[in-house]
Structure formats: structure tokens, C-alpha cells
């Protein structure tokens, strides 16, 4: 789950990110959202450049869970480590290519992001 704002039909900006969401339905220009994204949503194999919410990011942390491991992703256009963004990504751990510091593309597909209301103010 992170945080947005509607940004126009279609379009989201969460943090530094640009997004295209479907599912926004009726909310307007400048309302705050939530999205949710499961980690298994986010592709990182076969992303092609310009493909739909492409964002290069950095492997931040793996932890190894019995079969499987969860990468940690910091979007590469965060100004600070602490940028509230981060995804996870579960994989097979025998099909690791991973590795922490690594810098890679991945997608988080626009039908892949469930909008939910966050209750506060349109944004200024």
C-alpha cells in the first residue's frame, strides 16, 4: 500500500513516480488515494523500455524465506532513503538473480493497482 494523488484520468503520482492507474473511476484531479499492489503483480523479467509503468530501481535488501526471498525496491528517483515509496517483490528462491545494490527495471502493471480512498483533503 502506498500513497498518491490523482494527477488527471488515468494518472497518479506517487512520491516521484508518474503513473497510469486504471480503477480511478469518478475521483478528481488533486484527490489523495491509496494504492495496494501485490508483490507478485510487480514484473521484473521482460520489461520493455517505455512499457507501461516502467521504473528503474535499486535492490535495497533480499531476505531469504525458506523457498522463497522478498526484494525490498527503491525507486532509482528517490531524492532520500527515507522516501516513503518502497516495493516488494517476492521470487523463487532457486531463481534468484538478484542481488542487493543491483539496479534494474521493473512494471507495476496499471490493472495491477487497486485504488482505495484515503479519506483526507484534495490535495492544494
Request: with cysteine.
Amino acid at each position: 500500500m502506498f500513497e498518491a494523488v490523482v494527477a488527471g484520468p488515468g494518472r497518479v503520482r506517487a512520491g516521484p513516480l508518474a503513473l497510469a492507474c486504471n480503477g480511478l473511476g469518478a475521483r478528481t484531479e488533486g484527490q489523495r488515494v491509496r494504492l495496494g499492489l501485490r508483490p507478485e503483480e510487480v514484473r521484473i523479467r521482460g520489461v520493455e523500455p517505455g512499457a507501461a509503468n516502467a521504473i528503474p530501481v535499486t535492490v535495497e535488501l533480499l531476505d531469504f524465506l525458506g523457498a522463497f526471498c522478498r526484494a525490498t525496491l527503491r525507486p532509482a528517483d528517490a531524492r532520500q532513503p527515507r522516501d516513503p515509496l518502497r516495493l516488494l517483490r517476492q521470487c523463487h528462491a532457486r531463481s534468484r538473480r538478484s542481488r542487493e545494490g543491483q539496479t534494474l527495471t521493473v512494471a507495476l502493471p496499471p490493472e495491477s493497482l487497486r485504488v482505495f480512498d484515503d479519506g483526507a483533503e484534495p490535495a492544494a
